[in-house]
């Protein structure tokens, strides 16, 4: 069973940036393709970057596509979302999920998920 627990969340101005980490434990996640999505008030949960195993791939949303940069390191267990250039239409909870492949596929479910860390921009 794996853990996913996110951090780096919290109340910025727009134009800022925020980093969020997602910290695995249970087993190690270096064979899973990983993603963050969001979810607004009212809204549907979203997707927002995924990356393959290795790191070399990674896929955005148009939405964040330019301003957001997926990565990990594998070694930590680690998975990161650089947010930069923050809007308001950013604000949102943020969760990262893993998918028990190694590639990231977007028609296939998350196996895994965390409970999720507030961004909140402020304009």
């Known amino acids: 069973q794996v853990q996913l627990v996110e951090s780096g969340g919290g109340l910025v101005q727009t134009g800022d940036s925020l980093r969020l980490s997602c910290a695995a434990s249970?087993?190690?996640?270096?064979?899973?393709?990983m993603g963050w999505f969001r979810q607004a008030p009212g809204k549907e949960r979203e997707f927002v970057a995924a990356?393959?195993?290795?790191?070399?791939?990674?896929y955005y949303a148009d939405s964040v596509k330019g301003r957001f940069t997926i990565s990990r390191d594998n070694a930590k267990n680690t998975l990161y979302l650089q947010m930069n250039s923050l809007k308001p239409e950013d604000t949102a909870v943020y969760y990262c999920?893993?998918?028990?492949?190694?590639?990231?596929?977007?028609?296939?479910?998350?196996?895994?998920w965390g409970q999720g860390t507030q961004v909140t921009v402020s304009s």
């Open positions: 249970g087993r190690t996640v270096s064979s899973y393709a």
């Open positions: 990356i393959n195993w290795g790191g070399r791939n990674t």
């Open positions: 999920a893993a998918q028990r492949t190694p590639y990231y596929d977007r028609d296939a479910g998350y196996d895994y």
